[in-house]
């Protein structure tokens, strides 16, 4: 029932607030900032408005973190954003007046520092019709990232780099979340000549007076985000290109043109793909942007899409082409912003798996039309030669969806850093694994639910969602009310333990028995198991000897009945059953999903299967005969260096690990020894809680050349969080003595 109120309240409030806001901007490349003038239009204005000055989350160091880490972030050391209010304005009746307002602290929503001033309180006259406005100057930092901020003479912000007109009361903020409300927005920067503004919008124009030149962009309906983007003549070209519905302004660095006209290309060939499944795309002008940051960042905001400088220096890294499908891939996600996310808005603070998740949906829906679903799909290389053969056989395995969204999913699980993608910011217990939890696991939730009640009825669904909430909000309530009514069916079970909820879930086949029938043909009984929580129906398929020798059913384990033997009439003898074939539902132990459990040789070119212990015979770089399950457990035998090593890993309880050698000239040498993780829960700047890995401390006994066997206790640690410090203690006993080293 909450959610329900707090949706009511927001529309509520929305209604009785501005129709039209226009921003005014002048740019001061000495200082670094933007003068600002809002403008506000009420019809009848509130007895308050309630403004968030979101660049003062910038204006302090974050003090938890070391001095090493901020560099991460400020790589020439700490530079501030901030917003300052200079005055408010009243303009009504003919007449002008200053009005009070009030600055006020920002609840730790998403972080737990800077938030002094990060609210504005205006008093207004109520009920009165008039225009509010407001005189305000911006900041933009040097970081990293460079959004929001700048990097070099390169300038981008994204989201409340202007007072943010929130249509809430104080009581109602933490429930409310974090939020980026749309409104009719228009934007006017002024530049200095040798400057240059690349804006999205659905009008934009451009004109020249004097010293400055001013950018006019304006929308035909409310959006949530007017970004700023604008440089120095020289470090950003661009180019134009048109399709049958959509025109993509690109803008790239200098040498790249040919990269993003690549990209722009796809991506005329991806919108209408989304806007047939998913509804259409409320921009036909889209701006596609190389963005200089090198840490990988790529972002959307509204009518516009923002490219890592990263994908583009790596594109043909070591083979012609060899990232040119994740680059697509991660045009892709951005682009599926423009209806979740950017287009329907979220809680960004408790319920970002509505816009991330669903973006990853749309993306790697579009991704496995394209380059299909099975096998190697991801690092394929363009041209044939000697590094592209050496990049194939290293890296040619892998599979967008099982490498790069269920894997991490699978590693997370196993290391106890699983939770419900679900929750607020300040409630999570592993900040450490955000990224997993909202984007890989929240995509298998999603890719599960829309099996759960089919695929055609869930695009059916989203395409409704956004034809009638573009430009609104949308909640994780709001989403199962849509399914439900849209469906018939009852998804309080779903939602409990896979959005809200921390189920996990192994659906196992545990044997498989054929005999001939009595009329002909097979009778099988495979036995079924479930183990966890929140089991759902999942597909099985058994299949014969030959080609296209296969039979399929669906079987709906539940609390009653976790383990289930199904008899299943065939006219060919089954010779393997697997559970989920497909990978529609979360399982957090693939290797049980098939009987008998699969075994898979690799010869030559690597492989890293997700359902299957792998056997790698005779490794070209290293002689090594290897053998394991995914990164559980290894071990390695060099059969010329009469050499054996391996291990065995207990999730985040630590690792046994084992070596031993047979030599020549001094018998047998090896260690064996438990190694335990030692683990930190720092102060990061962030509500909820982080875990970091600081150190192991490992126990057991060695035998080396010079040394009979030899207990030992050593322990390592290192901080670069909230400190920066290292050391390592030793303790070895041998030779009936003591030895201790510390450093």
Known sequence: MRPIIVSVLFLWAIAGLAAEISLQANFNPEDHTVSGMETISF?????????LLLANLGREPNPYLSGRALDATYPLGFDPSWTIIERVLWKGDGREEALDYTLLPLPAVTQTYSLDDGIMRVELPEGAPGTLVIFFRTRFPYTSMGEPGRLGDVYTWRFGWYPLLYPVTPETWEEYGFRLPAYAYSVELSLPKGWVAALPGDEVSVRVGGERVTYEARWNRPVRSPALFFAKEGELRSFTLEGKDFLIEG???????????????????????YEERFGACPYRRILLVMHPNKPGASFAADGIVFLSRW?????????????????????????????WGIGIGVDFAAENWLSEAFAQYLAVSWYEKTYGAEGGNVFVPELKGLGEEMMENILGFVNLREHLVELPYLQTAFMGFDEAVVKPFREVRYHNADYVRIYDKGYLIVRALATYVGEERFHKVLRSLHDRLLGGELTVAGLRSALEEATGIDLEPFFASWVTGEAQADYEVASL?????????????????????????????????KEGQEKRFVWAPGAE??????????????????VDPEHRVPDIDRLNNHYPRRFVVILGKNHFPLDA???????????????????????????????????????????????????????????????????????????????????????????????????FL??????????????????????????????
Do not use: C
């Not at 009848?44 to 403004?51: L, S, V």
């Not at 583009?312 to 994740?326: H, N, P, Y």
């Open 513 to 545: 028995r054929v005999r001939p029938a009595e009329g002909g043909g097979f009778e099988a009984e495979v036995e079924l198991r479930f183990h966890g929580e929140g089991p759902l129906p999942v597909e099985v398929i058994l299949v014969g000897e």
């Open 714 to 743: 050593d322990i390592q640690w290192a901080e670069t969080v909230n400190d920066v410090y290292w050391g390592d203690i030793s303790l070895i006993y041998s030779d009936g003595s003591y030895r201790f080293w510390i450093s």
């Open 43 to 51: 019809d009848a204005a509130p007895a308050q408005a309630y403004f």
């Open 561 to 578: 009945n976790p383990v289930e033997v199904v008899t299943v009439s065939t006219d060919f003898r089954p010779v393997r059953a697997t």
């Open 311 to 339: 994908y583009f220096d790596r594109m043909d890294l070591t083979a012609k082409g060899i990232l040119s499908r994740v680059t697509r891939f991660v045009l892709a996600h951005e682009l599926a912003h423009l209806w």
């Open 251 to 273: 803008w790239y660095l200098p040498g790249f043109e040919e990269e993003l006209r690549a990209l722009a290309t796809e991506a005329l060939e991806i919108l209408p793909w």
């Open 613 to 711: 212990y792998y056997l790698k015979v005779l490794d070209p770089t290293t002689g090594a005969i290897q053998g394991g399950y995914m990164d559980r457990f290894a071990w390695a035998v060099l059969p010329q260096s009469r050499y054996v090593a391996g291990f065995v890993r207990y999730g985040r309880a630590g690792e046994l690990n084992a070596w031993a050698q047979v030599r020549d000239d001094v018998g047998l040498i090896g260690a064996l020894a438990w190694t335990h993780y030692l683990w930190t829960t720092p102060e990061v700047g962030a509500p909820g809680e982080t875990w970091s890995l600081s150190g192991t401390a490992s126990l057991g006994a060695f035998k080396l050349p010079d040394t009979q066997f030899a207990p």
